[in-house]
């Protein structure tokens, strides 16, 4: 639950910069495809995948965080 929480957190702070950068690359006249790609890939990969993956191990590490048996 920890994990999930806080990935949600990150991420929207993260696809709301994304928007943010994407409204100033397109008013820069940067195509719009190239100025949604470079931003939004990047926080999705990174929003989606790594950052729960290092918090996850991290919250182990501490002890904080169960392994649950299957």
Avoid: C
Avoid at 32 to 49: D, E, M, Q, R, Y
């Amino acid at each position: 639950d920890i994990v999930w929480k806080k990935t949600h957190i990150v991420s929207g702070w993260l696809f709301v910069a994304s928007g943010i950068i994407i409204v100033v690359l397109t008013l820069m006249n940067v195509e719009p495809w190239l100025a949604i790609v470079s931003t939004v890939i990047p926080v999705a990969i990174i929003g989606g995948i790594i950052y729960p993956f290092i918090l996850y191990k991290r919250l182990q590490r501490e002890g904080k965080l169960s392994v649950p048996e299957l």
